[in-house]
């Protein structure tokens, strides 16, 4: 099948983009075996405060947008964390190209995008194919924390967690750290839920 050029452009721009980055972390965490990973970590307050408090646990941010990821590293400088690592990347590229030693401990999901829109749905960070990835890079009691302000998105990531053979909702646990981030400041409720690995 024959693509077109720009397609063929973007193709080998996000071929580069996922070498940069697999280099990176190949780099940086070389020798990491677990950590907590923070999707959609925007400015960077929660999982900065996370690791302050959890100075023997790897702890790895991602998000989209470059000018999220300086703010995020600029916390981290300043308080001079050895643990904590933030990078500019999506989703789905960064656990395409994460060492594949390395395990996830917990994963934390703070306020994502709603993509409220039917047609978008599929842009939602919560899919099948995610909960499939994490669930292959955690162990068993190993922690999925979700929180929203958004009921359908959460009513959404409910409905994925109990089709999922390999996540069981855990209504007893405790949210891992309260710290709020840019978007829990601004709202009145939200909604959280945990899931072990099973
Ligand atoms: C509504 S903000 C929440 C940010 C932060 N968790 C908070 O509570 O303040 C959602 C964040 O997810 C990021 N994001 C959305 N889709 C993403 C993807 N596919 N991969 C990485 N980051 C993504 C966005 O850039 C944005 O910073």
Redesign the pocket.
């Known amino acids: 099948m024959e693509i077109s050029e720009s397609h063929a452009r973007e193709l080998a721009r996000q071929a580069e983009r996922k070498a940069e980055l697999r280099e990176a972390l190949e780099r940086e965490l070389a020798g990491v075996e677990e950590i907590l990973f ?6 960077g ?2 999982l900065t405060s996370y690791a302050e408090e959890h100075p023997h646990l790897q702890c790895v941010g ?4 470059s000018w ?1 990821i300086r703010k995020c590293l600029n916390k981290r400088d300043k308080r001079e964390l050895q643990n904590l690592h933030f990078y500019k ?4 590229e ?1 656990l395409e190209v994460l060492p594949d030693a390395i395990r996830f401990q917990c994963t934390v999901l ?4 709603p993509w409220p829109k039917a047609r978008h749905h599929r842009r939602r ?1 919560v899919q099948p194919a995610f909960l499939d990835e994490v669930a292959k890079r955690t162990d068993r009691g190993g922690q999925f924390c979700f929180r929203s302000d958004d009921r359908p998105y959460y009513d959404w990531t409910i409905e994925h967690l109990e089709a999922h053979p390999d996540w069981q909702i855990d209504a007893e646990a405790q949210w891992p750290h309260e710290n709020d ?4 400041d601004m709202m009145d409720e939200y909604h959280s839920v945990i899931a072990r690995r099973v």
């Open positions: 923070e999707a959609g970590c925007g400015h307050h929660w991602i998000d989209l947008i999220r990347a999506e989703l789905n960064f703070l306020f994502p995008d960070m981030t840019y978007f829990q």
